[in-house]
């Protein structure tokens, strides 16, 4: 997926047509201004939540192992770009309707929530530092015990690969304030500052929330909550009033929820309760597949409750399995030299470890530079729909 190094386009630099950005859907709907009004919207409308039905239903048809795991929200991450370009297409189409009511009201409720989740994708790339910090210590656990005669395993290996392992299991387990504000002042902003300009200057200031990561007293569930309250979808005369433009902001805005919920289940978060209150409404066809995919992550979600996970990223699991074999094994050994057994499940378990730690090497970096995306897409339409809301 190609990654910007700026702001995402405007709304007025997109072509005047309805475009699938799927693999599987390249289809183009024309939008000629002479044709007919009401056939346009319900072309529009019907693309756009199809769209969204296609995206997720993907997403939804995961096998077990793949759930949850990086590969998985990479994909997820890569819907709702898809839908958010298709969303971006559709406002930009209709410029000259957004600051009319109803519409105005439902642009500006979205944007609201769209402030919010910049707020819930800085707590996620906190999440992803922390995921990086706990690999960066599993390879060293790994390294302890990578000797040049690969059968000759001493003492000395088990004693930094037990010193590694609880530095490891402190750090995993450790939630109180100070290890929180170490990734608050590591982590930067997702947006870039121009020093030299003055008015960005003032921006930026206006968005302090947005270029910072968050306070150690904020909480996913809150926030989460907070974007869900009120989100419910159009009256039959809104719809109506709006030419079915409500229903795709509405559709837009559940897809923005359902992604940030999914990205919170998955990577560590401050106060990652799922349990707050979603109703996955029925009428639409998109709610099928988001009803399955929430069904099935407060399954894993349940499953994992037991042994207190951090996350629900598959990666987060096998990590958690490996450093546990280690340590009991490293645990049960009193005497040397190992028999030829011994050696061969030390060589297992630091297999295992070994393919956990390549997993996340190569997963998180472009993990982030997605949610960097996510987050620039995410503001663009905020500040470009605002500054259209603001010209009445």
Aim: glycine content about 4%.
């Amino acid at each position: 997926m190609p990654t910007t190094s700026g702001y995402a386009m405007p709304f007025g630099t997109f072509r005047r047509s309805i475009m699938g950005i799927g693999n599987d859907h390249n289809q183009v709907y024309s939008m000629d201004v002479n044709s007919d009004s009401s056939s346009e919207f319900h072309c529009e409308l019907g693309s756009f939540e199809h769209q969204v039905f296609r995206q997720f239903r993907a997403l939804s048809a995961a096998s077990p192992d793949e759930l949850l795991s990086l590969n998985w929200v990479s994909k997820l991450l890569d819907a709702f770009i898809a839908c958010q370009e298709d969303f971006n297409i559709i406002l930009s189409t209709h410029e000259a309707n957004l600051s009319k009511p109803p519409l105005d009201k439902f642009l500006t409720e979205f944007f609201d929530r769209s402030i919010r989740a910049l707020d819930i994708c800085n707590a996620i790339r906190d999440g992803l530092e922390k995921i990086r910090l706990w690999y960066k210590h599993l390879e060293i656990v790994s390294s302890a015990f990578d000797s040049k005669p690969r059968n000759v395993i001493i003492e000395g290996q088990f004693r930094r690969a037990k010193k590694a392992l609880t530095d490891l299991a402190i750090i995993m387990l450790d939630e109180n304030k100070e290890s929180a504000s170490v990734f608050s002042t590591r982590n930067r902003s997702f947006g870039r500052l121009n020093k030299g300009n003055k008015d960005n200057q003032q921006k930026a200031g206006h968005s302090r929330s947005l270029s910072w990561s968050v306070p150690n007293s904020w909480s996913a569930s809150k926030q989460l909550q907070s974007i869900a309250n009120g989100l419910l979808p159009p009256k039959p005369h809104e719809i109506s009033a709006t030419n079915g433009l409500a229903t795709i902001v509405y559709t837009m805005g559940f897809v923005l929820m359902f992604v940030l919920w999914a990205l919170v289940a998955a990577i560590p978060c401050q106060d990652r309760n799922l349990q707050f209150h979603l109703s996955i409404p029925r009428q639409f066809s998109w709610g099928t597949p988001l009803n399955l995919l929430h069904i099935r992550i407060m399954d894993e979600s349940k499953k994992r409750e037991r042994k207190n996970s951090a996350g629900l990223l598959k990666e987060i699991s096998q990590m958690e399995k490996s450093i546990h074999l280690i340590t009991d094994f490293v645990d049960s050994i009193h005497q040397f030299p190992l028999t030829e057994e011994q050696k061969e499940e030390v060589q297992m378990g630091i297999q295992e470890a070994s393919l956990v730690c390549n997993a996340l090497k190569n997963g998180l970096d472009p993990l982030e530079r997605q949610l960097r995306e996510v987050f620039r897409k995410i503001m663009s339409c905020r500040t470009e729909g605002l500054e259209i809301l603001g010209r009445v």
